[in-house]
Antibody, heavy 120, light 107 residues
Framework: EVQLVESGGGLVQPGGSLRLSCAASGFTFSSYWMSWIRQAPGRGLEWVANIKEDGSDKYYVDSVKGRFIISRDNAKNSLSLQMNSLRAEDTAVYYC?????????????WGQGTLVTVSS | DIQMTQSPSSVSASVGDRVTLTCRASQGISSWLTWYQQKPGKAPKLLIYEASTLQSGVPSRFSGSGSGTDFTLTISSLQPEDFATYYCQQANSFPRTFGPGTKVDIK
């Protein structure tokens, strides 16, 4: 069974940093693109970033470019999102998701999410 | 970036109704359109990808169609567990973008 478990969320002040992690199990992690998607309270979904199987290719939404870094550790079956210079508008539930095999176009399994609150 | 719109923003329907939701892309995306279902407090669930391919395990009452800029998701006979918010997402180019969602609730 595919399992994705996010952690690392919490309350942080504007301008601060936070690192989210996603522990993957139940599949060959190194064979899949992985993504982060967020959802502000009461709002819709926003794709944030994704990363290729070997970490050699990464894409970001413009609003986080230069502030967020997606990375992965295939030996530890772990996905990360380093978030710097956080803003109030980054407040959201952050989901990690697995992209379907051999594609980066479809997110077929999602974690339960971790809440990030940016506030003073 | 490709903008996605969905209509209606909400719909009230009864069990057994046929429901059709619409998604439109600001430019052509071929068939790179995905539909997700989200229930309150839960993660989204993949329903349909490449506009019309049903994800394994998803009931056959769900179907998708369209290409280019206009897409539909149809629920042929609404069941109690289908009351949720439905999002479309384009997978043609980066950044991936979602529509604002359509909430299906009980009439």
């Amino acid at each position: 069974e595919v399992q994705l478990v996010e952690s690392g969320g919490g309350l942080v002040q504007p301008g601060g940093s936070l690192r989210l992690s996603c522990a993957a199990s139940g599949f060959t992690f190194s064979s899949y693109w992985m993504s982060w998607i967020r959802q502000a309270p009461g709002r819709g979904l926003e794709w944030v970033a994704n990363i290729k199987e070997d970490g050699s290719d990464k894409y970001y939404v413009d609003s986080v470019k230069g502030r967020f870094i997606i990375s992965r550790d295939n030996a530890k079956n772990s996905l990360s999102l380093q978030m710097n210079s956080l803003r109030a508008e980054d407040t959201a539930v952050y989901y990690c998701a697995r992209d379907a095999l051999a594609t980066n176009r479809v997110m077929d399994n999602w974690g339960q999410g971790t809440l990030v609150t940016v506030s003073s | 970036d490709i903008q996605m719109t969905q209509s209606p923003s909400s719909v009230s329907a009864s069990v057994g109704d046929r429901v059709t939701l619409t998604c439109r892309a600001s430019q052509g995306i071929s068939s790179w359109l995905t539909w997700y279902q989200q229930k309150p407090g839960k993660a989204p669930k993949l329903l349909i990808y490449e506009a019309s391919t049903l994800q394994s395990g998803v009931p056959s009452r769900f179907s998708g169609s369209g290409s280019g800029t206009d897409f539909t998701l149809t629920i042929s006979s609404l069941q109690p567990e289908d009351f949720a918010t439905y999002y479309c997402q384009q997978a043609n180019s980066f950044p991936r973008t979602f529509g604002p969602g359509t909430k299906v609730d009980i009439k």
